[in-house]
């Protein structure tokens, strides 16, 4: 009897973890604070998962996670000459948990969602000032 509360426990356990950096590591969105390297104002055009967004830097955007590098273009202005930045993601790493304890299930689920993958938190564009 206690053999079979034990696994059942066990089995509900493993199940709570399955999906795990979809869960826990914030799900299929994520926040991501752009700014300039001079820290001023520059139109930009950001291209993600999410699609492509015209925005002004700096500024902060959820953003789908997912297997396509971050673009950012910077519009050529008056006082800024124009330039490109990218970043690919990262595994999140509360990924390789879920391979631990959640198996092919939990993995198979952050792989779908997008929840594998996370873009740096905090990104410094480059951008050159005429």
Known sequence: MKRKVF???LSVI???FSGCATLVGG???QSVSLQTSDSKQAEATVMSTSGTQI???PTTLMLQRGNIPLTVNIKE???TDASSYSRKPKINPWFFGNIITGGLVGSTTDAVTGSMWAYDQNMIVP???K
């Open 7 to 9: 696994l059942v426990a």
């Open 14 to 16: 493993a199940l709570g």
């Open 27 to 29: 799900g299929g969105v």
């Open 55 to 57: 925005v002004t830097l």
């Open 77 to 79: 202005t008056t006082t």
């Open 127 to 129: 951008v050159t000032r």
